[in-house]
């Protein structure tokens, strides 16, 4: 069992930045894949960043590439997203989710944090 906890999130305004944090629980958090995600109102959750249990396999959907980063510290549980150049569009709830076999699935995720709002206004 793994339970994650978001943190991070708020209001910004277009052009800001702001960096979003999950700390898991569990012993086995280096042995899952990590993903974020976001859900709009009215839209549909969609894949943002994803990273492998060895860090150095990250992927991006096309709408953040070049714009967020998505790392992780195994000694501290964590995974985070540093998000730059912030837009309107991003508004969302942003999810962190841990998976054994990663992707840009969310249906291969089995755990899920409760999420964390991000407003960017114009």
């Known amino acids: 069992q793994v339970q994650l906890v978001e943190s991070g999130g708020g209001l910004v305004q277009a052009g800001d930045s702001l960096r979003l944090s999950c700390v898991a629980s569990g012993r086995t958090f280096n042995s899952y894949s990590m993903g974020w995600f976001r859900q709009a109102p009215g839209e549909e959750r969609e894949f943002v960043a994803g990273?492998?249990?060895?860090?150095?396999?990250?992927y991006y959907a096309d709408s953040v590439k070049g714009r967020f980063a998505i790392t992780r510290d195994n000694a501290k549980n964590a995974v985070y997203l540093q998000m730059t150049g912030l837009k309107p569009e991003d508004t969302a709830v942003y999810y962190c989710a841990a998976s054994s076999v990663g992707g840009t699935n969310s249906r291969v995720y089995d755990y899920w944090g409760q999420g964390t709002q991000v407003t960017v206004s114009s």
């Open positions: 990273i492998g249990w060895i860090k150095t396999i990250t």
